[in-house]
């Protein structure tokens, strides 16, 4: 069992912290939050008092952390001063691919083995531990992370070079970004057409308009599995976080010369909910509410 240090406990670094203490492994902890340290001591974790602390030690350092400029400031600060140089360094946050290429290359220059290892599933799958992990990065560092991430994960994918687990990963959300939209937009369309949500479900779970949105995530309370939709959209994945991916996959998509027409229009309407309508910390299937 390793020595692990994980920063960034939130909605979905809790569940992973958690995980791996249960695997066995000795995990030190470290948010900005107090809260969400605190939650992570009761999982078994040892909370500690900063970056640099966790990481002190650690033969695996895992950061979990909103977006691009906060692992840049975690990794400058605490992780490539701090970390031993034969500790395998392991972001699952979602960030710009050039950001992970730029973080990988830094890293690889003073000799540790790194990974951008962005994953797919939810809270639901951070607590189960049955995330999809999108890893990019050399063989050899590919081979030191999938240890610790499969005790966090039921998928460990090698998606190639460094930068290559956020490419899939922008390009998986802006999937997830429009059937989102379109479950919402038929949800809405069936109850003004007289189809009670139950029946839509119930008929839809099981044809072509089946996906993620509609039967692990479904955003009508009471209907499908338990989602944030039955919490009145608090926690989950924040509408926030689904316009960052997509701006993201929107930046790839200019620079790769790519036509992404229902990116675009999703990018638009996620821009609407968090700008507009000040829904930044709902979660994003809480669009809904826009479109009945
Ligand atoms: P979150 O906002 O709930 O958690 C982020 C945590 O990072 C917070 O607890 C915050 O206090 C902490 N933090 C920020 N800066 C820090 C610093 N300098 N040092 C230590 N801690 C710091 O976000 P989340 O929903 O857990 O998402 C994390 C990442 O995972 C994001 O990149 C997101 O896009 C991605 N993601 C989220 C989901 C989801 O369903 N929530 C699914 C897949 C991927």
């Known amino acids: 069992m390793a020595r692990i240090a994980f920063i960034g406990l939130g909605n979905m670094g809790g569940g992973m912290a958690a995980n791996l203490a249960k ?9 900005l939050s107090a809260e969400a340290l605190a ?6 974790c040892l909370a500690v008092d900063s970056a640099a602390a966790a990481v002190d030690g650690a033969e695996a350092i895992v950061t979990m952390l909103p977006a691009g400029t906060h692992v840049e400031r975690v990794y400058t600060e605490a992780v490539l001063p701090h970390a031993s140089p034969s500790a ?11 950001t992970a290429r730029r973080l990988a290359e830094i890293a690889a220059g003073r000799g540790f083995l790194a990974v951008d290892a962005p994953v797919s599933g939810g809270i639901a799958a951070a607590n189960g531990g049955t995330l999809t992990f999108m890893v990019g990065g050399t063989e050899q560092a590919f081979a030191a992370a999938q240890p610790i ?9 090698h998606a190639g070079a460094s930068g290559a687990g956020q490419a ?15 479950t919402c937009e038929a949800f809405a369309l069936a109850d003004r057409l007289g189809v009670d949500a139950q029946t839509f479900y119930d008929i839809a779970s099981v044809s072509s308009g089946q996906s993620w949105s509609m039967t692990t995530y479904c955003p009508v309370a009471g209907v499908g599995p338990v989602s944030p939709a039955d919490r009145d959209f608090q926690g989950g994945f924040a509408a926030a976080l689904m316009l960052k991916d997509l701006r993201l996959a929107m930046a790839a998509a200019g620079e790769a010369g790519a036509t992404v027409p229902m990116g675009t229009r999703a990018t638009e309407l996620y821009e609407a909910f968090v700008e507009r309508d000040g829904q930044a910390t709902t979660d994003f299937s809480g669009i809904i509410r826009t479109l009945a």
């Open 39 to 44: 939650r992570a001591g009761e999982a078994g």
């Open 168 to 182: 899939a990963k922008m390009c998986n959300n802006m999937i997830l970004g429009a059937t989102m939209i379109a």
């Open 23 to 31: 695997a066995g492994h000795d995990v030190r902890a470290f948010d």
């Open 88 to 98: 395998v360094l392991i972001d699952c946050s979602t960030i710009d691919v050039a």
């Open 149 to 157: 991430l499969e005790a966090m994960g039921k998928a460990v994918i």
